[in-house]
């Protein structure tokens, strides 16, 4: 780089005005400037160079992030997806064992009904069975005035009777 010295000599006329002087060349200044930039200006493209190699290295660096991000979501993502298929398959077994147990209840109270009735029926039929064959006994009897003793005790009722049998 020049020194103050070479700086000023710069502004240092080549000749006094007046008469042309024979031994005098006049200065080149575009040459001097070229050569007092020329170190400088070759720094800065070095130094360009080196920017866009770290700009490229960035861009590169920068995709590959992005890339291993994308991949990244895609993997939560999926792992999201899996999740929520066993959070509902955990959902649908406990309402499922909620209804089968509602059911096996109603079922079981349905049966205590059923055999409540049964029971009902079983101890209601005989006499009721009874007094109906006394009535037609009654009916069918010639003198309708004496009724007959009662029929005697039959075992209870124990399921339906067939159609068109007596």
């Not at 103050?4 to 001097?32: C, I």
């Not at 170190?39 to 190699?53: D, F, G, S, V």
């Not at 406990?94 to 209840?105: I, N, P």
Request: hydrophobic fraction near 40%; charged fraction near 30%; aromatic fraction near 2%.
């Amino acid at each position: 780089m020049a020194g103050l010295r070479d700086f000023l000599t710069r502004f240092r006329p080549a000749a006094s005005p007046g008469r042309a002087a024979p031994g005098g060349v006049p200065a080149d200044r575009s040459a001097e400037l070229r050569a007092e930039l020329a170190p400088p200006l070759a720094l800065l493209e070095q130094a360009e160079a080196e920017a866009r190699t770290v700009r490229e290295r960035a861009d590169d660096a920068a995709a590959s992030r992005r890339r291993q991000a994308e991949r990244q979501a895609e993997a939560i993502v999926a792992e999201a997806g899996e999740e929520a298929l066993r959070v509902r398959e955990r959902a649908a077994e406990q309402v499922l064992r909620a209804a089968e147990g509602e059911a096996a209840a109603l079922r079981a109270a349905a049966e205590r009904e059923a055999a409540a009735v049964r029971n009902r029926a079983r101890t209601r039929t005989s006499p009721l069975a009874d007094r109906v064959v006394a009535l037609v006994l009654e009916d069918l009897a010639p003198g309708k005035g004496s009724s007959p003793a009662p029929p005697p005790h039959r075992a209870p009722f124990r399921g339906r009777p067939q159609e068109g049998g007596p």
